[in-house]
């Protein structure tokens, strides 16, 4: 049977989006490229504010099934709002709008330099990208095979609590960390419970995962020190010293939003573990990791300098990761379509 092609005529009466698509190891973004209407505010966190309120039915469109799934992640593109800054970005998933996206911002850069879009050759290239944690530093060059190299320097990140314990229902007692990466993540060694971080044991990790997650939100109140939008626990990590790199530190596990579960090792994620191994006193400033993910993606993350945060103890930590481009899309959505705002099954 021949394909025919779709007629202007047609489309005219439907709602159009493009996006271009990506991954870093191993974790989807889909970027928005065309298709959202202009958003409206001074920051970024006003725009996040605005999507939520008004266009919040494009991020359910784009991320739910029949277009995206449960485990799907975007990005939406901003003008800049920081003087220096190349442009500015809003982070969607399942739940709703992250504060901060490492897996992304690797992505971003990746497609940015792929497509012509900002200019990266042998000379280190600084792109700075508003996020709503903050003003994000990446660097970008190309080796002498033409292979791109990405990293950034997160926002200030730190331990928020240390040795804490909570009673999980139908699990029991859970020890854990808190870390701020960008997000607050509740930090729980898998090893101590016997739970295994790989992809066999999926859905146990989600389901103890969001039961850390909800009774450590009942139990400790969060309190960014600058922004009240800011002051929630994302997700829960899971970490593990059985890893399948002998040359990593350890496996990471994210369980965030409505228990999606990040493919890579999470790029705030291990921007706050480096903060609570600092904290610790167990690695040194300058001192790369590797950290693996549940399916053996991998990112280097180090502390590279120390600084004071509102209070805060903090460090500045550096991630880098692989990042491809996967495929371009145009979405349709017909007006007699039933599923416009989307559904999640897993």
Excluded at 111 to 130: F, H, N, S
């Amino acid at each position: 049977m021949r394909l025919l092609d779709i007629s202007q005529s047609w489309l005219q009466n439907c709602q159009q989006f493009t996006t271009l698509d990506a991954h870093t190891e191993g974790e989807p973004l889909r970027i928005i490229t065309a298709g959202y209407p202009e958003l409206k505010g001074e920051t970024i966190l006003q725009m996040r504010q605005y999507v939520t309120a008004n266009l919040d039915q494009y991020r359910k469109l784009l991320m739910h099934e029949p277009r995206g799934h449960a485990d799907m992640y975007g990005a939406l593109l901003t003008p800049p709002v920081t003087p220096g800054a190349d442009f500015g970005v809003l982070f969607l998933h399942n739940e709703g709008y992250s504060s901060m996206c490492g897996h992304g911002i690797l992505a971003l850069v990746k497609v940015a330099a792929d497509t012509g879009t900002i200019e990266v050759g042998a000379c280190p290239r600084v792109i700075k990208i508003d996020a709503p944690a903050g003003l994000i530093t990446a660097s970008a060059y190309r080796d002498e095979q033409g292979q791109l190299h990405a990293s950034f320097k997160n926002v200030h990140s730190w331990a928020e609590a240390l040795n804490c314990s909570v009673n999980v229902p139908g699990f029991g007692e859970v020890e854990y960390d808190i870390g701020f990466g960008g997000a607050y993540y509740a930090y729980v060694n898998a090893d101590r419970y016997e739970l295994s971080c790989h992809p066999d044991n999926v859905a146990q990790l989600i389901d103890i995962g969001r039961r850390i997650k909800h009774a450590v939100m009942a139990s400790h109140p969060l309190t960014h020190p600058l922004e009240s939008d800011l002051s929630f626990l994302y997700g829960t990590i899971f970490t593990s010293n059985k890893v399948t790199n002998p040359q990593a530190h350890s496996r990471h596990v994210c369980i965030f939003a409505d228990g999606e579960v990040d493919r890579s090792p999470t790029g705030t994620g291990v921007a706050g573990r480096i903060a609570l191994l600092y904290a610790k006193g167990q690695v040194e400033l300058n001192h790369p990791l590797m950290i693996e993910s549940i399916v053996d993606g991998r990112m280097l993350i180090s502390a590279t300098s120390t600084a004071e945060f509102h209070g805060k103890q903090a460090v500045i930590p550096e991630v880098s990761g692989r990042s491809f481009i996967t495929g371009k899309h145009q979405f349709i959505v017909d007006p007699e379509d039933i599923f416009q705002h989307g559904f999640m099954l897993r």
